[in-house]
Nanobody
Framework: QEQLVESGGGLVQAGDSLRLSCAASGEYFNRHAVGWFRQAPGKERESVAATDRSGISTYYANSVQGRFTISRDYAKNTVYLQMNDLKPEDSAAYSC?????????????????WGQGTQVTVSS
């Protein structure tokens, strides 16, 4: 059974950086597409970034383009989300998810297993 655990969230000031980690326990994680999503209170969940199993094809939401970077470490079975120049509007619960199909998708319904999430709070 594949399981995901996120870490790296916290309380930071605007302009700071954080790196979120999505660590997998299963042996097939490296074959799956991975996405990062976030949800702020009272708002819908939104796709932030995604990558396929190659790590070469990536997607970024317009709101984070140029500030966030998604990457994979195959030896560690981990996907990272490097977040730079954080803004108060980036505050949300961030979750990673993986898709058996390796389809690069922004739709949460395309992902098969999820982590529990990590909170990011950016103060102004």
């Amino acid at each position: 059974q594949e399981q995901l655990v996120e870490s790296g969230g916290g309380l930071v000031q605007a302009g700071d950086s954080l790196r979120l980690s999505c660590a997998a326990s299963g042996e097939y994680f490296n074959r799956h597409a991975v996405g990062w999503f976030r949800q702020a209170p009272g708002k819908e969940r939104e796709s932030v970034a995604a990558t396929d199993r190659s790590g070469i094809s990536t997607y970024y939401a317009n709101s984070v383009q140029g500030r966030f970077t998604i990457s994979r470490d195959y030896a560690k079975n981990t996907v990272y989300l490097q977040m730079n120049d954080l803004k108060p509007e980036d505050s949300a619960a961030y979750s990673c998810a993986a898709a058996y199909s390796n389809v690069l998708s922004t739709q949460s319904s395309d992902y098969d297993y999820w982590g529990q999430g990590t909170q990011v709070t950016v103060s102004s």
